[in-house]
């Protein structure tokens, strides 16, 4: 080996090894100054209330400020874009749902490019649970199949907009029955219950803290789409115990998690990880994270990139076949 090849080698260790270094010293100043947690769906939300329940003990440990910034619109895409370009520093997360997977899918021009986030830490996840109106002649699931069959297309489901895990779960709950639904998009999930409970609409799939509702008398529960225990006020039929064949094999559920940009280094990702789990796991942070509805799930980057690889297509070929899109 040449002097010069000796000289050029050399050089590109010490780039490396500096670049390395850096990183470890970025990692162990961070936070330098106020955190952001994007939430790109309305204050008051599922997504919104979990971040919420983490953002005040995230502080106490960095001993700087995390604030809660909500950008709905776009179905998620505003506050999405807003983070896939943020500073590569840590101090910009994003905590989405399943938008960040199902957007690339229906959206042809996305106002990002997806390979400008990464996945950060899977907290939780949520079953749907199958309420509908008081109105509705069916009191549990097999009687509720029978009846969107007798009522092909003519059955409506509420969802919190076009391409959410309510509406893409009420797709894939009506091939599974064999029927065609009415899908009635609306502003939310709150509005979505609105309609329920005010009979503009049959039915809803949504999270398992909406049963308040039905022990006030405003609708009914048939069943949740998983076939593990789930917390809950009431008892909740699981679709795998339903006397209806066609619908044991259907669950759906949605999970929450956070993400960040890409280029955040790989020593202040672990970190950021790292700090994130650990008050996740504090009691008191875990029950507000569940609370509304969700079930705890932690999942690391790795981890949390496979969960949502090994999701991707199933979400896709329901996207597909129901040619669900968003222009």
């Not at 807003?82 to 938008?99: K, Y």
């Not at 069916?138 to 969802?159: H, Q």
């Not at 970190?271 to 799930?297: K, N, Q």
Request: with cysteine.
């Amino acid at each position: 080996m040449s002097i010069s090849q000796k000289f050029k080698r050399a050089a590109s260790w010490g780039v490396l090894i500096g670049a390395w270094a850096g990183a470890v010293v970025q990692a162990a100043e961070f936070p330098d100054k106020q955190v952001t947690i994007v939430v790109p769906y309305a204050a008051g939300g599922f997504t919104d209330q979990v971040a919420r329940a983490i953002a005040p003990v995230l502080a106490e440990k960095w001993g700087k400020p995390v604030v809660i910034d909500n950008r709905p619109g776009g179905g998620t895409t505003i506050g999405t874009a807003l983070v896939a370009r943020a500073p590569a520093d840590g101090h910009t997360l994003l905590l989405s749902s399943l938008g960040y997977l199902t957007n690339p899918l229906m959206m042809p021009r996305l106002p990002y490019d997806p390979q400008d986030l990464k996945p950060l830490m899977m907290v939780s996840e949520s079953p749907s649970v199958l309420y509908v109106g008081k109105q509705v002649p069916a009191n549990n699931l097999a009687e509720f199949a029978s009846y969107m069959r007798a009522n092909d297309g003519k059955v409506a489901f509420a969802s919190s907009g076009v391409g959410s895990s309510p509406h893409i779960c009420a797709e894939m709950l009506a091939s599974a029955v064999g029927a065609h639904i009415i899908h009635a998009p609306y502003r939310g999930n709150a509005p979505a219950l609105n309609a329920l409970m005010g009979g503009e609409v049959a039915a809803l799939l949504d999270a398992p803290s909406s049963v308040s509702y039905v022990q006030a008398g405003r609708m009914k529960v048939l069943g949740v789409a998983s076939d593990k225990p789930v917390r809950s006020a009431l008892p909740l039929t699981p679709f795998s115990q339903s006397s209806a064949p066609e619908l044991k094999p259907y669950s759906c559920s949605s999970f929450f998690g956070f993400f960040m940009p890409a280029k955040v280094p790989a020593a202040l990702q672990q970190r950021i990880y790292r700090d994130l789990r650990a008050v996740v796991e504090v009691p008191s942070v875990a029950d507000g994270v569940t609370r509304p509805g969700g079930e705890l799930h932690l999942l690391g980057p790795e981890d949390f990139t496979a969960y949502l690889d090994a999701q991707r297509p199933r979400w896709a070929a329901v996207i597909r076949e129901k040619h669900i899109t968003q222009e």
